[in-house]
């Protein structure tokens, strides 16, 4: 079946630079797309959406990026804090049929270096 | 607010017992969700709920697992008899019918250790 995959298992990056961790999907009939943050001995925690028809969004330092044509999706995070070393993973639902029905990708570790 | 209740937080039992993990959604929520957690296979959805009425339950592995919601406020996935290969992180999640799509709340897990 479809499923949405991560490009990287690993990202660490100094504190205070910008974290970019990507996403491949494949299902192209996905209308949403979402970004979730896991961290250690916890459930994973809403980051930000995007719409399909949109290609970014912004939130509080964090901002997602949608290229259908070749569909990728990414998460920036601007000025990277000890506090986002998480799992971050990317996950797709289509509107209609699918209610809140998400397929995860496996996920990227971010490690965050004093 | 409380967030999404699960419990136990962790279980160890042996090989062909009964477990039954339990959840407590988010008050107002009317989407409920299970989801299983491995190294393995990552995030899978065994099946979900609206309205208390399972939608989905293709994600269920096999007829040793079954799910039930009784009333808007509980649910319980239960597996019998249990197997080490069910040995996992099970994740409880509920959604708003007027949140964002995709939004979901998860509750903190239950680790199954399975010997």
């Known amino acids: 079946g479809e499923s949405v995959g991560l490009h990287l298992p690993t990202l660490s990056v100094q504190e205070g630079d910008n974290s970019i961790i990507n996403c491949a999907y494949s299902?192209?009939?996905?209308?949403?797309f979402i970004w979730y943050k896991q961290e250690s001995g916890k459930g994973p925690q809403f980051i930000i959406d995007?719409?399909?028809?949109?290609d970014k969004r912004q939130g509080q330092r964090v901002t997602v990026l949608l290229n259908k044509t070749v569909k990728h999706l990414s998460l920036q995070i601007a000025a990277t804090q000890p506090g986002d070393s998480a799992v971050y993973f990317c996950?797709?639902?289509?509107?209609?049929?699918?209610?809140?029905?998400?397929?995860f990708g496996t996920g990227t570790q971010l490690k965050v270096e004093l | 607010d409380a967030g999404v209740i699960q419990s136990p937080r962790h279980e160890v039992t042996e090989m062909g017992q009964e477990v039954t993990l339990r959840c407590k959604p988010i008050?107002?929520?009317?989407?409920l969700f299970w989801y299983r957690q491995t190294m393995m296979r990552g995030l899978e959805l065994l099946i979900y709920?609206?309205?208390?009425?399972?939608?989905?339950d293709s994600g269920m592995p096999e007829d040793r697992f079954s799910a039930k919601m009784p009333n808007a406020s509980f649910s319980t996935l239960k597996i019998q008899p249990s197997e080490p290969r069910d040995s996992a992180v099970y994740f409880c999640?509920?959604?708003?019918?007027?949140?964002?799509?995709?939004?979901?709340?998860f509750g903190e897990g239950s680790r199954l250790t399975v010997l």
């Open positions: 008050s107002g929520h009317n989407s």
């Open positions: 299902n192209s009939a996905s209308d949403y």
């Open positions: 999640a509920s959604s708003s019918p007027g949140g964002r799509p995709g939004e979901l709340f």
């Open positions: 709920f609206n309205n208390n009425v399972p939608i989905d």
């Open positions: 996950a797709e639902t289509p509107i209609t049929g699918g209610g809140n029905k998400l397929t």
């Open positions: 995007i719409r399909s028809n949109m």
